[in-house]
């Protein structure tokens, strides 16, 4: 994973998150690998309710601003208020795009792009891995 000069939160060592997320999750939320699309748990999920980090616990997105955009991935117009999300300037595999960590604990979360047409408030859409996420369901 890119570093940053940030200090979060949550930090743990390399070793103690192997030890707390499975492969899977390791490889997406500490070396910002990407889920295939449309198996993600989350991909069509309707359940009302607030999208944390898997990794630390901070919420980041709400079931209200996910929206179908039919990329394969959940997709949401905004992060919740203030800086639960940081960006970061991505340009692997030859595109320009910006990469979504967890603020809390600098965990990837996905991508964010803009000026795609989608009928949302802010022309947005947070492109975000499932295993990235656990959904806390309303009560």
């Known amino acids: 994973m890119k570093s940053t000069d940030r200090e979060y939160a949550v930090t743990k060592t390399d070793d103690q998150w192997r030890e707390e997320l499975s492969p899977a999750e ?22 009302e309710g607030v999208y944390a980090c898997r ?10 601003t996910k929206f179908d955009s039919h990329c394969g991935w959940p997709s949401f117009y905004t992060p919740l208020a203030g800086d639960t999300v940081e960006y970061i300037e991505d340009n692997s595999l030859g595109m320009k795009r910006v990469e979504v960590r967890c603020a809390n604990c600098g965990s990837h979360l996905g991508h964010v792009f803009e000026g795609e047409g989608y009928d949302t408030p802010t022309d947005q859409r947070f492109c975000i891995n499932s295993i990235s996420l656990t959904l806390r369901p309303k009560p």
Do not use: H, I, M, N
């Open 26 to 47: 390791y490889q997406v939320l500490r070396q910002a690998g990407t889920e295939r699309p449309f198996v993600g748990e989350y991909t069509d999920t309707k359940t």
């Open 55 to 64: 990794a630390c616990g901070a919420e980041l997105f709400t079931s209200d």
